[in-house]
């Protein structure tokens, strides 16, 4: 552990872990511990929490946060974060929030979803998935309500780099059932130190079966806005429709700074529907959806 402490890595740099937990009475948390380097070399860590109507923010000094890549575990102040699962520990001004959650084996993709973009030196922001999905079990006690994640389902990523995109959309959703399934997609605008270019990464998990579209295999993105997207990639045709949110105000880096204000929506209603050619494969719309489109501009 110690990852944090005492690294001789400069800012501005920023590093974040999303965890989110859903059960299937429609109760939904979502965690996002993370630490950041402003360009003066201030250190600091932060975990913001996400319900369905609230969010919190939580500032931590430095020397409550140890990071470990192998196993992959994050502790920050009396909480941590990791593959097993999560305790947590957390009595502030207006949240209480305490309990742990068990993990079961995780989802995870077969090859990193940046593909050859992870080899780009200086990037502003990299995207990772750690698990498309994986059971829970446990309670958590959140203000005096209990949250039964017993028969949940989770979602777990990560993102690095210096700054969040200046534009940018991102959804993700995660379902149970007969026919489980798994769905990320996140569309950017990519600076370059020469021009730039707006790209995308998307993993559908169904059936048993990943299909990947990426700017890096082709796919072309027809149209994105604050209410969904189109992307196509050969014969494969991905529409995402936003049908109804709930947003709340996070927190976003610029320069490893925790300055920028964006809006999230942890459970969104949103339609997806994925063809290839003319054969309608997956049509699912989820009321637990995520969502998130941010414009600096």
Known sequence: MGFFRGTNRTGPYFEGWYFKHQNPQGQTLALIPAFHIDRDGRRTASLQVISRNQSWWLEY???QLQVSRQPFQVQIGPSSFGSQGIDL????DNLSLCGSLRYGSFTALRSDIMGPFRFFVGMQCSH???????????????????LDFSDGIGYIETDQGRSF????????????G???GSL????ATIPLPVGGFTGCICSVLYRGREYRLATYRGAKIDKWSPSGAVIRQGKYHLE??????QRQALRAPIEGRMERTIHESLCAEVRYRFWHGDNLLLQHTDPNASFEYSSAN
């Open 128 to 146: 990772g998935v750690i698990s498309m999905g994986h059971s829970l079990s446990g309670t958590l006690e959140l203000n005096g309500k209990c």
């Open 89 to 92: 520990h957390i009595q502030q």
């Open 165 to 176: 995109p200046s534009k940018y959309l991102w959804t993700q959703c995660v379902w149970d």
């Open 178 to 180: 007969p026919e489980r």
């Open 61 to 63: 000094p430095e020397a």
């Open 184 to 187: 990320m997609l996140a569309i």
């Open 240 to 245: 995402v429709e936003l049908l109804n949110e």
